[in-house]
T-cell receptor, first 113, second 113 residues
Framework: KAGVTQTPRYLIKTRGQQVTLSCSPI?????VSWYQQTPGQGLQFLFE???????NKGNFPGRFSGRQFSNSRSEMNVSTLELGDSALYLC????????????FGQGTRLTVV | AQSVTQPDIHITVSEGASLELRCNYS??????LFWYVQSPGQGLQLLLK??????LVQGIKGFEAEFKRSQSSFNLRKPSVHWSDAAEYFC???????????FGAGTRLTVKP
């Protein structure tokens, strides 16, 4: 079956702009989590959605938001981009979250200039 | 708060040598424990996981990990490393009643010919 698909793979944006990233989970998976990966901070949890509801949120400013649709596809949005938002954004899907196995997409590489 | 520590940022081993990557966690109760591997520019792939039961768990690609409650550790091992094992390895935890996965800082593995 198809894996987790993230689009786009690469993105270049200018400071102050906003960006939307997309994640299509594995069929049947209802939990989608988002992570930011940077060389300095490592992998940091952004938020997790399950059945269109945000269940958990990491310690990120309100500029970072997300949503999940009825088909479990998820989007995350970053408004008023800053240079420090440059990172690899990873999406992971799992059946129900928690201890169920998470499958990761290849990520979206965001560069803010 | 739950946390994961990977004490070794970078490890170099010769091909054919044995490998042990360290992981320590801090959590009130035994969390669910995972090891993931990431190749450059790629997402994360699950190597193995521990939920309960036998404290020695087998994973893919010949990896195994041992859970030691007394030491709050979940170290990853491989008897004989192959050049293709060169990658970054992440230990992760999920709390028993939680849905967000926390990652260690990662250990980069270099394999010498």
């Amino acid at each position: 079956k198809a894996g987790v698909t993230q689009t786009p793979r690469y993105l270049i944006k200018t400071r102050g702009q906003q960006v939307t990233l997309s994640c299509s989970p594995i069929s049947g998976h209802r939990s989608v989590s988002w992570y930011q990966q940077t060389p300095g901070q490592g992998l940091q949890f952004l938020f997790e959605y399950f059945s269109e509801t945000q269940r958990n949120k990491g310690n990120f400013p309100g500029r970072f938001s997300g949503r999940q649709f009825s088909n479990s596809r998820s989007e995350m949005n970053v408004s008023t981009l800053e240079l420090g938002d440059s990172a690899l954004y990873l999406c992971a899907s799992s059946r129900t979250g928690g201890n169920t196995e998470a499958f990761f997409g290849q990520g979206t590489r965001l560069t803010v200039v | 708060a739950q946390s994961v520590t990977q004490p070794d940022i970078h490890i170099t081993v010769s091909e054919g040598a044995s490998l042990e990557l360290r992981c320590n966690y801090s959590y009130g109760a035994t969390p669910y424990l995972f090891w993931y591997v990431q190749s450059p520019g790629q997402g994360l792939q699950l190597l193995l996981k521990y939920f309960s039961g036998d404290t020695l768990v087998q994973g893919i690609k010949g990896f195994e990990a041992e859970f030691k409650r007394s030491q709050s550790s979940f170290n990853l091992r491989k008897p004989s490393v192959h050049w293709s094992d060169a990658a970054e390895y992440f230990c992760a935890v999920v709390g028993y009643n939680n849905n967000d996965m926390r990652f260690g800082a990662g250990t980069r593995l270099t394999v010498k010919p």
